[in-house]
C-alpha cells in the first residue's frame, strides 16, 4: 500500500496528492509516469510524475476527474493510500540525457496547456537546479483553471501566463503568446509543449513554420504502461511506435496527430478496438484485455 500524505483540490476537478512511493521516489526522473490502483479491482490510470522527494521518499501526482477512476481517486483524503503505484514507467526527458554545459547554451521554451501543467513543472525545476532558466508559457481556459503558478513562477526564468477568455495574464492561445515572443525578439532553440492534443498539434503547427524544434509529450490512452495492449499507439515519422515505451517524449513534428486523435476516440469503444485490431494487425499488440488481442 502506498500512503497519500497530503491530497488536496488544486481548482476545480483537479486534484493534488503526494504519495509516500520510496522506490519510485529513488530512480524517477522528469519526463517519466506512473500507474496507479486505488483497490485491486479498479482501473489502471496513468499519471505523468509533477514532483518528487528523494530524501523524503515521496511522489507528487495531479489529475483531473475525467472518468469513473479519477472519480474515486478525488474521494481520497491524507492518510488513506493507493493499493498499486506502478514507476518510473516511459522514457526521462531528452534533456536529462544532454551534456549540461552544451544545455546551458540553449534557448528553452516550455508550453504548458490546462493539466500538461504538471509534467512541464518537474523539467523546468530540474534545470532550474542546474542553473538553467527557461521560459515558460502556461495557458488555461480562464483563471479559475489555471494551476501551480507559484510554483511554476519559483523556477521558471520567465512565466507567461495567457487564458483562452482573458480573465487573466495574456489573453489568447498559448499559439498567440509564441508568436508575440517571436516577434518581440525572442529566439529559441527548443519548445517543450505538454498539454491537450489538439493544443500541442497547433504548437508543433506553429513551431515549424518557425523553424523552432519541438518534444511534445504524448498523453494517448494507456492500458498497461509496457508496451503490450497497443492503446497507446501513435505514427511518429511513419513509424508506429508506443507512447508508454518509446515515449511519451517524441519529435513533434513528425507526429500525426490527427489519427493520434482520432484513434483515442476509436478506441474508447468496443467496438472501435475490435475494429483497430483488425485494421493494424501484428502491429495493434494485445494484452489489454479488452479488445481479444491477447487471445
Given at each position: ?35 496507479v ?49 506502478v ?7 531528452e ?25 512541464v ?17 502556461v ?27 482573458g ?34 498539434k ?31 499507439r ?9 507512447a ?38 501484428d ?13
Amino acid at each position: 500500500m502506498y500512503k497519500i500524505l497530503e491530497a488536496r483540490e488544486l481548482t476545480t476537478n483537479i486534484f493534488l496528492m503526494v504519495v509516500e512511493a520510496k522506490r519510485v521516489a529513488k530512480s524517477c526522473y522528469p519526463g517519466q509516469f506512473i500507474i496507479v490502483r486505488t483497490d485491486e479491482n479498479s482501473e489502471r490510470i496513468p499519471l505523468t510524475i509533477c514532483d518528487y522527494d528523494r530524501e523524503k521518499g515521496t511522489v507528487t501526482i495531479v489529475f483531473q476527474i475525467v472518468g469513473g477512476g479519477t472519480e474515486i481517486m478525488s474521494r481520497l483524503k491524507d492518510g488513506d493510500a493507493f493499493h498499486d503505484f506502478v514507476g518510473p514507467l516511459g522514457c526521462p526527458s531528452e534533456f536529462i540525457k544532454e551534456d549540461l554545459e552544451e544545455l546551458k547554451k540553449k534557448n528553452i521554451l516550455f508550453v504548458a496547456g490546462g493539466v500538461g501543467t504538471a509534467p512541464v513543472y518537474p523539467q523546468v525545476k530540474w534545470l532550474h537546479e542546474k542553473g538553467i532558466a527557461a521560459d515558460v508559457i502556461v495557458g488555461s481556459k480562464t483563471k479559475d483553471l489555471l494551476i501551480l503558478e507559484k510554483e511554476m513562477e519559483a523556477v521558471a526564468g520567465n512565466l507567461y501566463v495567457t487564458t483562452d477568455d482573458g480573465s487573466y495574464g495574456r489573453s489568447g492561445m498559448v499559439t498567440q503568446t509564441i508568436t508575440d515572443l517571436v516577434n518581440e525578439g525572442k529566439k529559441y532553440d527548443v519548445c517543450v509543449a505538454i498539454g491537450p492534443m489538439i493544443m500541442m498539434k497547433f504548437v508543433c503547427k506553429l513551431t515549424k513554420e518557425l523553424e523552432i524544434p519541438t518534444i511534445v509529450s504524448l498523453n494517448p490512452i494507456m492500458v498497461d504502461g509496457t508496451g503490450m495492449c497497443g492503446a497507446c499507439r501513435v505514427t511518429v515519422g511513419g513509424e508506429v511506435k508506443f507512447a508508454c515505451v518509446d515515449g511519451p517524449e517524441f519529435d513533434g513534428h513528425l507526429v500525426n496527430f490527427d489519427e493520434a486523435m482520432q484513434r483515442q476516440q476509436i478506441y474508447k469503444t468496443a467496438e472501435g478496438r475490435a475494429y483497430l485490431k483488425a485494421k493494424e494487425g501484428d502491429t495493434h499488440h494485445g494484452g489489454c484485455g479488452n479488445c481479444g488481442g491477447d487471445n
